[in-house]
Structure formats: C-alpha cells, structure tokens
C-alpha cells in the first residue's frame, strides 16, 4: 500500500440497462422501437440502444395496472389495462384520457387509424371508437372466439379482423356490415400484410400455409405450404434488394417467419421461395413448444427487417446484406455473472438464465449471443494476462474457453471432467494456459490450456481439454474459486462454512480459514498483500491473512448475506454487494463503511471491476445491468468551486455593508441563507427609520420575501431579536393583506410565529405596567418629598 493512492469517496450510476420487452406487441416507427413490459410502453431509441422514454410507469407506492396490449402512430399511444380501462397517452407520455372499453373479457389487440380506434376483445367483438369522445361508434359481430388480429385497409374505409375460428372478417366502417368472409386457413390467422399495390393481401397461420387474397373475393387466389408454423408475414416494398436475388417489377414479394426461427421470403404470385437466411442467430423453437419468431417488422427509412424471438431478443438485419446490425436484449432475467472482456474492457459479457453467453459492446450496448453450453451459464472470468482470453462455466456440468479476435468471439477449447454443475472459474494471473475449477461435486480440478490452442486464430475446431489435477475440495457446495496475483495459491469458498487454500501447481492443501458462521459466497486475493476476503451469508466480511491463517478484521454493515467483495485502491477499499440489493464501500484502514449504493431491488450476484478502477459492474435478480463510474475527483472539484464562489460572495456581501448598499446586502444574504447577517443589515435598515424598511422589504421578490419571513421566524424565537422580528413580520402580513406577497405554507408558518408573538406580547405587556406602576409611585411620592423639602428650608 502505498500514500499516493487516491482512494475512492463516492460512486454515482453512469447508465442502468434493465428489461425494456419482457414479451407481448412491439411496434416500429422511424429510429425508434415501442416495447410492451408488463406497466410500460418503452421507446427504445436503435442507434443508441438506450431507453429515450418510459411511457405509462407509475409511481411505486401505486399499484400496477398491467397492461394487456397497446398500439401506437408514432405520435399518440392507446393501451388497455387489466383495470378495465383503455388510456390514450400523448407523445411526451402525458395521460389525456382514460375511460372504459366495455368489452367483456380482456382486450387482445388495438389499432389506430388517425382518431378512430379499433380494439378486439376476447368476447368475440370488434368495437370502433372516436378518440375525441371516447365514443363507441361500432360493434362488430361475426369473429368466434379470441378476437386476435385487427388491421386497417390502408386506404379503402374497411377493416379485417379474425378471431380463433380461422376466418377472417371484412368489414366496411361506414354501417359496420360484413362485406366479405375469408375462409381457408385450418387454424388460428396470426397475421395479415397488404401489399404494395393495395389489392392483395396476404395471410398466415399455424396450419404452415401462407394465402393469397383479393380484396372483395372470398376464394382464395394462392396457397403456399411452407411447412412450418408461421407466426409473422410482412409484405416487401416496390423496390428492394436481397443476397443474390433480384425482384421482379410489379411482383408482389412477403417475408415470413416461425418455429424454425428463419427469416424466408417468397414470391407469392409465384408460389415461390426466393431467399432462405442463412445467417440466423435466434434459437430453433423451444423444448416447450413455443414459437421461435413472434414478430417480424420492416423499417422503410432504415430498409431493415427487425426478427423479434420468443425468448425477447431484437435482431435487426439490412434487407439488401442481410447481415446483423444490431440486436438488443429485451429481457435478460436474472443476470448471475458478469466480467468486462477484451483489450481496454471494450465488451462486457454477462451470464443470465440462459445457455448463451450475452456479449455486449461497452460503448454501443449491441449485442450478440455466444452459444456452446447447454445450460444455463453459471460463472465468467477473463485472464488477467491475456484480456481476449475468457472461461465460462455452467450447468451442463462443462467448462468451455473463448477467444476474442477482431469483435469476433469463438469457443477454443471445451473441458466435460466435472459430474455436476460447474459452479466458479478463474485464470491464473500472470499463466493464461491454467485455470481452476469448482463444481457442486464439491471438486476443485486444475486444467491447462495447450499454447499451440492459444496460437489459433478464430473458426478452428475446438478442442477438449485435459484436467491437470482434481481434488475433493469441500464437504458442500462450492460458491468460488479465487488465484493469488503470484499463482502460488487457490483460494476456495464453500457452502461448509470454510475457505481453504491450495498450492497453485498441484492442489495440496496450505489451510483452512475457519470463522464464518454460515455459508461462504466469495473470496479473493489482496492485489499488494498476502491477506484474502471473504463474504458469508452471516452477513460479515471478514479479512484473513494468508501466512498464518487468523482473521485479520471483520467488517460489519450489512444486514443481509454478502455475495461479492473485491479490492479496489490497491487493496486499501472493499466493494461489497448484498442480497438486499445494496453496495457498500468499505475503508480498510478505519474499518467503516463510507458509503452506500442503492440502485438494485433484488439480489446482487455479479460486479466486475474496471482495469483502472473508474467503475464497476453490477446486476442481479432484478435483471438490471448497472455501470457504475467513479465521481470522487469530480465531487471534489464542484465542492472546491462551490468554496471558491461561497467566498466570493461573501467578500461581495461584506463589501455591500461597508458600502452602506443595505438593500444589495439584504438580498445576498438572503441568497445566502445568512439569518445573522441579514438581522444586522434589517438592523441597519431600522436605524435609518420605520419607512426605510417598509420601502426595503417592498423592493424584494416574493421568493425574497419569503427567505425573510423564514429569518424573522428564527429571530422571533429570541427576545433580544424580537423587534426586528417582529416590524418584518408586521411588514409582510400587511403585504399578505393586500395580496402583494403569497408565501408557500402560510398555516404552518403562522402556527411557528403565534406562541412566540403571545409570549413577547404578554411580557411587553407586563413590563408596560410595571412602568405606569412605578411612574405612578414617583409621582404620589413627590408631594411629600415637597413637603419634607419646606420643612427642612424652615
């Protein structure tokens, strides 16, 4: 430890990415993304993937009105609430209307056409509404079953809607009548595109078959089998180009996609197939069943097709390259590990509930998945000698090594010697080719990476690695796994109330670190000293020292389990995170806890710690990803410069009194906040006489004024100040007579001036009599003073 460290004082949020789709309608409308969670419609701006605007979020202490669907222009939004209710938002996010939607049963879906809404219910009815009046014009009959799919023709006055029979109903706005029913699906319709010219439209569904139809006729034109489930089909502009293929002029082009998770387009006139993706980075359709594409979205300004997935990931490609832009996380569910990756922390990767490893850019948030495991991903660490080297670890019982190179990120090397899940890894610090292991088999085993592997560049097989050395470690689970900066020593932490350390070539045993009284969840090396930290679920951190295996402190704050702690400020600060959502930074040196962040509501299980120490990481069950940034430096300086310009103004204030400038003075010690040197100058003031005040206090602003009578107050509670307290007070009163001053609170502020005012009044009062009292005693006593005075001149 060295003097010259600056240690770290304060740490502010520098940007909280949580879940901004967490399922149901997502729209697209220019360079923004309209997100559905369950209280909130979110704008998700795509260049810079960050949320630009949370609309329909209320405040915490109301309940939440869960929203069921809404539907947006880009200008105006409608959402239907499980309250019943149907709330027509503006574009700031400002609620003008709500009323109710009269359905019997859930809305499940919503459209808007300039002031006209149309919304289908689960009671089998479509009803039109006017915006304006919040009027039902009319109720459409016809759908059975779930009314799930709504569109406007694009110009005509007509509306199609289907339900869960399979048909879907034309109906014209004016008399709302049945024009026309569509007939040929075998299952529900999910979705409906028009075409370009207006004519056509075109439909899909679950019975892996996309239709063709003529507006007006009810037999169907063409019926494409496409042999798989479609969920989303999108009709393709006049113009266009894709990989390899040019379109026809005039044709009549759609894009699809389903439970094969790919993206496919057709030409429909033609019954037609001509393009397949062939770079698809979603899953194939879930275990479960699930669907893989739930929507499918063009973007005309950017020509880009949006693929969103049944597990809420938002792949953007570019129509003509067809190659991945962009793709964004909706909803990442509980985030369990988390490390910064590559040269200069320029990715972050982040394990979650699931088999794919998320690998974000740190400046940008675009996302891509790294798949390998096949379950869920437990534990992340990158080498401290070789930044593009990292080891993950899961469920499925292996660990697995990846390369990043060129932003390109491949799996190099895979490890299957553990027989349960794979719960903590961690490089050595200074040998990139040796990590260690912990698993729930209670085993700690020691691999070696071979360095002709390391050589490779990326797209080359991986290989399967050899385990060096395993030992049975613990009697219970094992929560972490930590390596000394020197190698020389692993640290292990486990669910038997022990950390124990082992020689870093071999696994023998050095120690035992007994003294928690419950489950150790971390541990790690000192950067400078041979000292170790651990945090339990007992809710201690405690620090031991690795030479002779006695506990060195033990740090007390939390009221929780402690799931992480790290070293920061060469060892001299502990960053620690509790199961109560809170961060805490400790001072090694005072043992005190010196600051507290609260940012998350849930469990904290992952931080990581920048290279150079200018913020951290963290996230949670609560599905927030927080960076954090070190503001210590910039406190110091806004305090300095707030020092600095106190003193000027109080130079500037002294200045104004010496000047006899009472009325600049007054004001500045008002700003100020001055009780004391604002009753000296009100003094001065009075001095001068009764109207120099009056004319003073008449020249001040009402927020002036009210600053004034706040002083006055506080010298009112002292019979030395009573005077001027009390011709400041009469002053103002008169001026809240005529309506020239307006004070905030004026009921408390007389409740805090009537006690005081009383008790001057009773002792003036009292002193007044005791006056005329003993004038009253003199003037009988100078009678006989005469008269003893005659009778002494006799």
């Known amino acids: 430890m060295t003097a010259s460290t600056k240690l770290k004082d304060i740490f502010d949020v520098a940007s909280k990415h949580g879940a901004f789709y967490t399922g149901g309608n997502i729209q697209w409308y220019e360079d923004t993304l309209y997100c559905q969670t369950e209280s909130s419609i979110n704008l998700l701006n795509v260049e810079t993937g960050l949320v630009a605007q949370s609309i329909g979020d209320g405040n915490e202490s109301e309940e939440v009105d869960t929203i069921q669907t809404f539907t947006t222009d880009g200008n105006k939004f409608v959402s239907s609430h499980r309250s019943g209710l149907l709330k027509l938002w503006d574009q700031s996010g400002k609620l003008e209307k709500m009323w109710k939607y009269i359905h019997k049963g859930p809305v499940a879906k919503l459209k808007l056409n300039g002031n006209r809404l149309a919304s289908g219910g689960s009671d089998s009815i479509v009803r039109i509404w006017d915006l304006q009046f919040q009027a039902c014009l009319l109720s459409l009959k016809g759908c059975q079953g779930v009314v799930n799919l709504v569109e406007y023709h694009p110009d005509d006055n007509t509306l199609f809607a289907s339900a869960d029979d399979g048909k879907i109903n034309c109906y014209e706005l004016e008399k709302g009548e049945l024009i026309t029913v569509h007939d040929a699906h075998f299952s529900k319709v999910s979705s409906i595109t028009f075409s370009h010219d207006k004519k056509h439209f075109m439909s899909c569904g679950r019975d892996k078959v996309i239709v063709l139809w003529q507006f007006n006729k009810s037999a169907p034109l063409k019926t494409i089998a496409v042999y798989e489930a479609i969920e989303v089909i999108v009709s393709l502009p ?471 009578l706040n002083c006055a107050l506080n010298w009112n509670t002292n019979s030395r100040h009573c005077q001027p307290a009390q011709l400041v007070l009469n002053i103002l009163i008169n001026e809240l007579q005529t309506g020239e001053f307006r004070p905030i609170g004026l009921s408390k502020l007389t409740e805090g001036m009537l006690p005081y005012t009383e008790r001057h009044f009773k002792r003036l009062t009292q002193m007044l009599q005791d006056v005329h009292f003993l004038s009253y005693t003199v003037n009988c006593m100078q009678p006989h003073a005469r008269n003893i005075d005659i009778n002494i001149g006799e």
């Open 238 to 708: 006049i113009k266009f180009k894709l990989p390899g293929f040019k379109p026809e002029v005039g044709g009549i082009y759609a894009a699809s996609a389903g439970e094969n998770g790919i993206v496919r387009v057709w030409d429909v006139e033609k019954s037609k197939e001509v393009f397949v993706q062939s770079n698809s980075l979603v899953s194939k359709a879930t275990e479960e069943g699930g669907l893989a594409v739930t929507h499918l979205m063009y973007n005309q300004k950017s020509k880009s097709l949006a693929v969103v997935t049944v597990d809420h990931n938002i792949v953007i490609h570019h129509l003509k390259s067809f190659v991945c832009t962009k793709q964004f996380i909706g909803f990442s569910d509980e985030i369990l590990d988390v490390v910064f990756f590559g040269k200069d922390d320029s990715h972050i990767a982040v394990a979650t509930n699931s088999a794919d490893i998320k690998l974000y850019n740190n400046d940008s948030m675009n996302c891509q998945l790294l798949k390998g495991h096949q379950d869920l991903v437990l534990s992340l660490n990158v080498c401290p000698a070789d930044r593009d080297l990292m080891v993950s670890s899961g469920k499925d019982n292996s660990v697995q090594v990846w390369k990043l190179e060129n932003a390109i990120v491949s799996c190099i090397a895979v490890g299957n010697r553990h027989t349960s899940s794979v719960g903590s890894v961690c490089f050595f610090s200074t040998n990139r080719s040796h990590f260690v292991s912990a698993s729930q088999d209670t085993c700690l085993k020691l691999w070696e990476l071979p360095d002709s592997q390391l050589q490779k560049i990326q797209n080359v097989e991986k290989i399967n690695l050899n385990c060096k050395q395993t030992v049975i470690a613990h009697q219970k689970d094992i929560n972490c796994v930590a390596v000394s900066p020197n190698d020389k020593i692993v640290a292990s932490a486990s669910q038997d109330k022990t950390v124990k350390l082992w020689t870093g070539d071999n696994l023998e045993l050095v120690g035992i670190l007994k003294g928690h009284k419950r489950g150790v969840w971390s541990v790690r090396f000192s950067p400078v000293d041979q000292v170790v930290v651990t945090s339990s679920a007992d809710c201690t951190i405690k620090l031991w020292s690795v030479a002779n295996l006695s506990c060195l402190k033990t740090l007390e704050g939390h009221e929780s389990s402690v799931l992480k702690a790290e070293f920061i400020s060469k060892g001299m600060q502990i960053l620690s995170a509790g199961a109560d959502g809170l961060i805490k930074l400790f001072n090694l040196k005072n043992s005190e806890c010196q600051y507290t962040m609260d940012q998350h509501e849930g469990r904290i299980w992952a931080m990581a710690i920048k290279s150079d120490e200018s913020g951290f990481l963290t996230g949670g069950s609560d599905s927030y990803l927080i960076k954090w940034k070190d503001v210590t430096e910039e406190k110091k300086q806004q305090q300095q410069k707030e020092m600095e310009e106190l003193v000027l103004q109080e130079q500037k204030l002294s200045n104004y009194i010496q000047s006899n400038q009472l009325l600049k003075a007054l004001k500045l010690a008002l700003r100020l906040e001055r009780p004391l040197q604002t009753l000296k100058i009100v003094q001065g003031i009075i001095k001068k006489g009764d109207t120099g005040l009056v004319d003073t206090v008449k020249l001040l602003r009402n927020d002036q004024k009210e600053s004034l």
